[in-house]
């Protein structure tokens, strides 16, 4: 386990990257004992990925980042055209020199776009919410203001009210809508 620990550390620097957090698998899985394999995460300045050490084994995958509210997003909502990727596998037992090329040839040039598009996607998603929470605050006001407003439903691009205000108040409702734009 730690010439595992040691060899990803060693792929990490080859690559210009470092390895952020390592765990230790303690069982077996379908039936196999994978006990003692090493799970790290490896962190390049355009990227995030696993080195799994299962066996004699290596696999290579997705560590997609995610939004501020810690939500995970896979790669079918930031790329739901694109093929599927989940990463390479290898022989632990290559080289540190020959897996780093395997990793630059058959996994960064597939990984680092969907990689950035899954950053903007976050981002994306993170410009949404602020957005909702600033409706949720024009929403909050406007039901103070407004006796009779309810609210269905608080998007980034609209909110729906449903309106039970006696015709005394409408002008009330129509100033304050207008008020929003």
Same mark, same amino acid.
């Given at each position: 386990?730690?010439?595992?620990?040691?060899?990803?550390?060693?792929?990490?620097?080859?690559?210009?990257?470092?390895?952020?957090?390592?765990?230790?698998?303690?069982?077996?899985?379908?039936?196999?004992?994978?006990?003692?394999?090493?799970?790290?995460?490896?962190?390049?300045?355009?990227?995030?990925?696993?080195?799994?050490?299962?066996?004699?084994?290596?696999? #290579?995958?997705?560590? !997609?980042?995610?939004?501020?509210?810690?939500? !995970?997003?896979?790669?079918?909502?930031?790329?739901?055209?694109?093929?599927?990727?989940?990463?390479?596998?290898?022989?632990?037992?290559?080289?540190?020199?020959?897996?780093?090329?395997?990793?630059?040839?058959?996994?960064?040039?597939? !990984?680092?776009?969907?990689?950035?598009?899954? *950053?903007?996607?976050?981002?994306?998603?993170?410009?949404?919410?602020?957005?909702?929470?600033?409706?949720?605050?024009?929403?909050?006001?406007?039901?103070?203001?407004?006796?009779?407003?309810?609210?269905?439903?608080?998007?980034?691009?609209?909110?729906?009210?449903?309106?039970?205000?006696? *015709?005394?108040?409408?002008?009330?409702?129509?100033?304050? #809508?207008?008020?929003?734009?």
């Amino acid at each position: 386990m730690n010439d595992q620990i040691e060899k990803a550390a060693l792929i990490a620097a080859a690559l210009g990257g470092k390895i952020e957090r390592t765990s230790v698998i303690s069982e077996g899985a379908s039936g196999r004992d994978y006990s003692g394999s090493a799970h790290c995460l490896l962190v390049l300045s355009t990227c995030r990925f696993w080195l799994d050490f299962k066996g004699d084994r290596l696999a #290579v995958t997705s560590n !997609y980042p995610h939004d501020r509210d810690g939500v !995970y997003h896979s790669q079918r909502e930031f790329d739901p055209a694109g093929a599927p990727f989940g990463g390479i596998r290898c022989s632990a037992l290559k080289s540190v020199e020959k897996i780093v090329a395997d990793i630059r040839r058959r996994f960064l040039p597939r !990984y680092e776009p969907l990689y950035a598009l899954a *950053v903007a996607y976050c981002d994306w998603q993170d410009t949404y919410l602020d957005t909702v929470k600033s409706n949720e605050q024009h929403v909050i006001t406007a039901v103070r203001y407004v006796k009779g407003l309810t609210v269905s439903f608080v998007g980034r691009d609209n909110i729906s009210f449903v309106i039970h205000v006696p *015709v005394r108040n409408a002008k009330a409702l129509i100033d304050f #809508v207008r008020g929003l734009e």
